[in-house]
């Protein structure tokens, strides 16, 4: 019995934790400033805009947030097929922290939320 208080106390602690991740700060676009997305990074966003709306359906399956970094060279996302998030699960934080763990560090932002893209935005080649 002893040993069950202890996990179920240890499992409390962890639990706790992680409600209160801290996520990376989103970076910032000064006003009239756009992001230079380069075609890779494009690329990549036509690609996780398919995995979340398959062709064959008429609008969204899935719920997704697309991140790139403030430069627009690199990305990161985050985001669950066919309807599998839990309502209320998925924070646009995990893109925003998986874009800058993947990319040295370097500041990133939401560039969008399923496939609604919410920042001015140019590709280059």
């Known amino acids: 019995?002893?040993?069950?208080?202890?996990?179920?106390?240890?499992?409390?602690?962890?639990?706790?934790?992680?409600?209160?991740?801290?996520h990376s700060k989103p970076a910032e676009l000064a006003s009239g400033e756009k992001v230079t997305i380069t075609q890779a990074t494009w690329d990549a966003y036509i690609?996780?805009?398919?995995?979340?709306?398959?062709?064959?359906?008429?609008?969204?399956?899935g719920d997704g947030y697309f991140a790139v970094t403030k430069d627009g060279k690199a990305w990161g996302l985050t985001g669950c097929p066919d309807?599998?998030?839990?309502?209320?699960?998925?924070?646009?934080?995990?893109a925003l922290d998986v874009c800058k763990t993947r990319n040295g560090?370097?500041?990133?932002?939401?560039?969008?939320?399923?496939?609604?893209?919410?920042?001015?935005?140019?590709?280059?080649n």
């Open 1 to 22: 019995m002893r040993r069950f208080m202890l996990t179920a106390a240890i499992l409390s602690a962890v639990l706790a934790a992680g409600c209160g991740t801290q």
């Open 47 to 61: 690609n996780y805009k398919q995995w979340l709306m398959p062709k064959s359906y008429s609008g969204p399956v």
């Open 83 to 94: 309807n599998s998030c839990d309502a209320g699960t998925l924070d646009k934080g995990d």
């Open 105 to 124: 560090g370097r500041p990133c932002l939401i560039f969008a939320h399923q496939e609604d893209i919410v920042v001015p935005y140019e590709i280059v």
